[in-house]
Structures are given as structure tokens and as C-alpha cells.
């Protein structure tokens, strides 16, 4: 059987995310975040949460300064994608200095196009959305994409996603991507 038909007996329940239960659902879950927070995406960009209220108006915040909260209370924070992060993600990420100093590992992989997360090896996120505004954020109704996807804390589905996770942030699939002679950093060049 190829890797990629394995098949998975689950008997968990799964919740299904649209719109607005991303950012609820989703962020929550991370700013909660206790041991580690494992990201996918293939797209990466600054990600505004809310902040509290000012003169009666919704505050909002960067998610990194959230992250790098994290950071500081020792949660491991792994991020893989697939191209740059936009500049104000990096504007934002240089301002931070436990980020910096690896309070976050950022790997990047070009054929990274699946989205997880994963927080604290018990809870997972697996669907459509990136880490963008559009895709996980709080943009309004009018400017959000239309994402979908599955929230479960179903331990076989939680040991198959971090698997493949770590597999591509080790560099295991390196070896056979016919991109590898073309990729900047060779994730199995790497050492951890």
C-alpha cells in the first residue's frame, strides 16, 4: 500500500469549521496553547487577533505578539510553509525578540501546501485556510474566504497529521522531490 492510501480507524467525532469558527475555534485553540503549537501553510502572512475594546471599538493585535507570549512560557512554536511570509509578517516577527532568538522555527518547503495545526499534540486542525487574515483571521464576513475544515482531538488522526508534519520538517520527503536540485534550503540539509 502507497503511504499516501493509508488508511486511518477513528471513531472521533469530527467539528466542522466555516467562516468565522476558524478564527474562534482555531486561534482559540493556539492562544491556549500549553506544550506546542505546529503550523502548515502554504501561505504566510501577518495575522491580526483581537486585543479588548477602546472607546467602545474592536482592538486587534498581531498573532506573533500572541506567539511570542507563548514563547516566553516555553511553548515549542514550529511553522512550516511553503514561500516567504508577506513583509509585514516578517516587519512584525523582527520586532519580537524571543521570536527571533528561536522562540519560533520557521522552515520553509515549496511543495508545503496542506494546512494543519496542531496544538499541543492533542487537538488538530486539518482544512482549506491558511495563516492569513482571509483564511484564519477576523476580517469581516464581506472579506473572508471561504474556507472549511475539521477540528478533532482523535488520537490515530493526531499521530497520522504529526507524522506527516514532522516528516516534511525533517526533510524525509527531500530525497525523492524532484524540486530539491531547484530548492534554496534542502530541509534534510538541515540539522535539528
Not at 487577533?49 to 512560557?73: C, D, K, N, T, Y
Not at 514550529?78 to 519580537?96: K, M
Not at 472579506?143 to 508534519?165: P, Y
Request: aromatic share 8%.
Amino acid at each position: 500500500m502507497r503511504r499516501y492510501d493509508r488508511r486511518i480507524e477513528t471513531t472521533a467525532t469530527f467539528s466542522l469549521l466555516e467562516g468565522r469558527d476558524h478564527y474562534e475555534r482555531v486561534i482559540g485553540a493556539v492562544l491556549r496553547a500549553e506544550r506546542s503549537v505546529w503550523i502548515a501553510t502554504a501561505n504566510l502572512k501577518e495575522l491580526k487577533i483581537e486585543h479588548g475594546r477602546w472607546r467602545g471599538r474592536r482592538r486587534f493585535r498581531s498573532v506573533l505578539e500572541a506567539l511570542a507570549e507563548l514563547a516566553e512560557r516555553g511553548v515549542e512554536l514550529r511553522i512550516l510553509h511553503a514561500s516567504p511570509p508577506s513583509r509585514p509578517f516578517r516587519n512584525a516577527f523582527d520586532q519580537l525578540p524571543v521570536l527571533v532568538n528561536g522562540g519560533m522555527e520557521l522552515r520553509v518547503c515549496p511543495r508545503v501546501h496542506f494546512k494543519l495545526v496542531v496544538v499541543d499534540a492533542r487537538i488538530a486542525y486539518i482544512g482549506s485556510a491558511n495563516w492569513t487574515g482571509a483564511g484564519l483571521g477576523v476580517r469581516s464576513e464581506r472579506k473572508r474566504n471561504f474556507e472549511m475544515g475539521m477540528l478533532t482531538e482523535d488520537d490515530g488522526v493526531l499521530d497520522a497529521v504529526q507524522g506527516s508534519f514532522h516528516r516534511v520538517w525533517s526533510g524525509g520527503e527531500c530525497g525523492a522531490c524532484q524540486l530539491r536540485d531547484r530548492c534554496e534550503m534542502p530541509l534534510d540539509a538541515l540539522t535539528e
